[in-house]
């Protein structure tokens, strides 16, 4: 089967078997996984190995190399300290952490991206990239390889919702992608090194999207969707391929690769409102040798993304909006399957495994549905009680970097809707009204679930300020 011929030759370029390593974003970057043995059921009690409390706060995906959970989070009140930590994925101690100055400092509030970017992980080291534009590589045992700072190479950023675009790896490269109000770019730097191998400019754009690497006919392919256009590199020299320019709100959902399928995601772009158009810009694509190198096969209708990316697993196409509604596609056509409406709103990309798709709900709440075209609810998990939650929101809200700053300057606010809320951040304090500051504190404020690795037997749940291992007791 292809999808395992691909899965095999990125865990031998990366170096470990299936179901042990979950290396970067979305794992290989499709959020599908090979593991084996995974728990159907939890509470807050029952097949909870261990939780252990983090420092500072993160928005970054765990990841997962030889027995160690790899974590990345951001402390002070301007963001000033950036942390990298191990956790032994056993038993959930502490192996090592270490601390480095930013760069380039940013208010530290529900408001902005705090950590968002997720590490990449291989047999040689980790690779951790900061909204601070710091790119720092270490071994496993925590010494620095390598450090840079973009932003003090090549300008400070311009997003005023802070960045949040995860890097890709390939086996000797970490790519990175700068979409922001100033020069924008992209930047392949040798993992072994830390040095340039290439790097290639763009038009300046707001996106908080990551780029994905796509191995086809042998050749790795870097694609990259953001604000109103779907690019393809050739990863080994940086060269453009080929674009897809008539996307609307593809600015948070990264795409998906998949056995030569490549589908994108996209949201409501509420600066510039056109539903159909949003509707339309999730699609799939054909990957072709001939020009212009794709073809497209379907456009949406219905679907429209929002934090979470889209997934394709056995045959289908998941899609999750902002209220939690999931929408079942089939790959080939298109044809919509089921729509239901999910046990909890997400923010992290479901998760395929095997005849299962997991949606960790972003207030703790997972649904597991059966793979396939028909809807069947297999389990609702809750890591806490309703009660127990509420209690940590309002515990949560006390505290100083969850507070966003009234309003400076007395200008008009800006419009309900026309930012988007946090993971990635949202418009500076001084753009929001008291109804939106309100509502981005009681939405990004508390348990908030970011991020999932898997490996096998095991789950890796990470919020703001806690690392949750499930783990079934079979």
Same mark, same amino acid.
């Given at each position: 089967?292809?999808?395992?011929?691909?899965?095999?030759?990125?865990?031998?370029?990366?170096?470990?078997?299936?179901? !042990?390593? #979950?290396?970067?974003?979305?794992? !290989?970057?499709?959020? =599908? =996984?090979?593991? @084996?043995?995974?728990?159907?059921? #939890?509470?807050?009690? !029952?097949?909870?190995? #261990?939780? @252990?409390?983090?420092? &500072?706060? &993160?928005?970054?995906?765990?990841?997962?190399?030889?027995?160690?959970?790899?974590?990345? %989070? =951001?402390?002070?009140?301007?963001?000033?300290?950036?942390?990298?930590?191990?956790? !032994? %994925?056993?038993?959930?101690?502490?192996?090592w952490q270490r601390d480095f100055p930013a760069t380039q400092r940013g208010k530290n509030n529900p408001a902005m991206s705090r950590a968002a970017p997720t590490p990449l992980v291989d047999a040689q080291g980790v690779y951790a990239f900061f909204e601070s534009g710091d790119l720092i590589a270490l071994d496993h045992n925590g010494q620095v390889k390598w450090q840079r700072s973009l932003t003090k190479e090549y300008g400070p950023f311009q997003n005023n919702h802070g960045l949040a675009s995860s890097p890709a790896q390939t086996d000797s490269a970490v790519i990175v992608l700068i979409d922001h109000g100033g020069p924008s770019y992209l930047l392949a730097v040798e993992k072994s090194t830390g040095i340039n191998l290439w790097r290639v400019e763009r038009p300046s754009r707001m996106s908080w999207t990551s780029p994905i690497v796509a191995r086809h006919r042998g050749k790795d392919l870097l694609i990259v969707s953001s604000s109103g256009a779907l690019n393809a590199y050739d990863a080994a020299n940086g060269e453009a391929l080929w674009e897809l320019a008539d996307l609307n709100g593809n600015n948070i959902p990264s795409p998906v690769y998949f056995d030569g399928f490549l589908v994108v995601g996209a949201g409501e772009n509420r600066l510039k409102p056109d539903l159909v158009a949003s509707q339309r810009s999730n699609c799939c694509l054909k990957l072709t040798d001939d020009a212009p190198g794709y073809e497209v096969v379907w456009r949406g209708r219905k679907a429209v993304a929002h934090h979470a990316s889209p997934l394709i697993h056995a045959g289908h196409v998941y899609i999750v909006t902002k209220p939690g509604l999931v929408f079942c596609l089939d790959l080939a056509t298109g044809e919509e399957r089921y729509s239901e409406r999910l046990d909890n709103p997400c923010w992290a990309t479901p998760i395929g495994a095997a005849d299962r798709v997991y949606f960790f709900g972003k207030d703790g709440v997972t649904t597991v549905l059966?793979?396939?075209?028909?809807?069947?609810?297999?389990? =609702?998990?809750?890591?806490?009680?309703?009660?127990?939650?509420?209690?940590?929101?309002?515990?949560?809200?006390?505290?100083?970097?969850?507070?966003?700053?009234?309003?400076?300057?007395?200008?008009?606010?800006? *419009?309900?809707?026309? @930012?988007?809320?946090?993971?990635?951040?949202?418009?500076? *304090?001084?753009?929001?009204?008291?109804?939106?500051?309100?509502?981005?504190?009681?939405?990004?404020v508390g348990d908030v679930v970011y991020g999932v690795a898997v490996v096998d037997g095991t789950f890796f749940v990470r919020t703001g300020t806690e690392l949750i291992c499930i783990r079934s007791r079979d």
């Amino acid at each position: 089967m292809m999808t395992t011929f691909l899965h095999g030759l990125l865990l031998a370029i990366i170096g470990t078997s299936p179901g !042990d390593s #979950w290396a970067g974003f979305r794992g !290989d970057g499709t959020s =599908t =996984t090979f593991a @084996v043995h995974l728990p159907l059921n #939890w509470t807050g009690r !029952d097949n909870i190995a #261990w939780r @252990v409390e983090l420092p &500072g706060y &993160g928005q970054s995906s765990p990841v997962v190399w030889n027995g160690r959970v790899f974590l990345t %989070a =951001t402390e002070g009140a301007e963001k000033e300290k950036l942390l990298i930590l191990a956790v !032994d %994925a056993r038993t959930g101690a502490v192996l090592w952490q270490r601390d480095f100055p930013a760069t380039q400092r940013g208010k530290n509030n529900p408001a902005m991206s705090r950590a968002a970017p997720t590490p990449l992980v291989d047999a040689q080291g980790v690779y951790a990239f900061f909204e601070s534009g710091d790119l720092i590589a270490l071994d496993h045992n925590g010494q620095v390889k390598w450090q840079r700072s973009l932003t003090k190479e090549y300008g400070p950023f311009q997003n005023n919702h802070g960045l949040a675009s995860s890097p890709a790896q390939t086996d000797s490269a970490v790519i990175v992608l700068i979409d922001h109000g100033g020069p924008s770019y992209l930047l392949a730097v040798e993992k072994s090194t830390g040095i340039n191998l290439w790097r290639v400019e763009r038009p300046s754009r707001m996106s908080w999207t990551s780029p994905i690497v796509a191995r086809h006919r042998g050749k790795d392919l870097l694609i990259v969707s953001s604000s109103g256009a779907l690019n393809a590199y050739d990863a080994a020299n940086g060269e453009a391929l080929w674009e897809l320019a008539d996307l609307n709100g593809n600015n948070i959902p990264s795409p998906v690769y998949f056995d030569g399928f490549l589908v994108v995601g996209a949201g409501e772009n509420r600066l510039k409102p056109d539903l159909v158009a949003s509707q339309r810009s999730n699609c799939c694509l054909k990957l072709t040798d001939d020009a212009p190198g794709y073809e497209v096969v379907w456009r949406g209708r219905k679907a429209v993304a929002h934090h979470a990316s889209p997934l394709i697993h056995a045959g289908h196409v998941y899609i999750v909006t902002k209220p939690g509604l999931v929408f079942c596609l089939d790959l080939a056509t298109g044809e919509e399957r089921y729509s239901e409406r999910l046990d909890n709103p997400c923010w992290a990309t479901p998760i395929g495994a095997a005849d299962r798709v997991y949606f960790f709900g972003k207030d703790g709440v997972t649904t597991v549905l059966k793979a396939g075209p028909k809807y069947e609810k297999l389990a =609702t998990n809750r890591l806490w009680t309703e009660a127990e939650f509420q209690a940590r929101k309002e515990q949560a809200k006390s505290r100083p970097e969850n507070r966003i700053p009234m309003p400076m300057g007395g200008g008009p606010p800006a *419009p309900m809707g026309s @930012v988007p809320p946090a993971p990635v951040g949202s418009a500076p *304090p001084a753009t929001l009204s008291p109804a939106q500051r309100e509502s981005m504190i009681a939405e990004a404020v508390g348990d908030v679930v970011y991020g999932v690795a898997v490996v096998d037997g095991t789950f890796f749940v990470r919020t703001g300020t806690e690392l949750i291992c499930i783990r079934s007791r079979d």
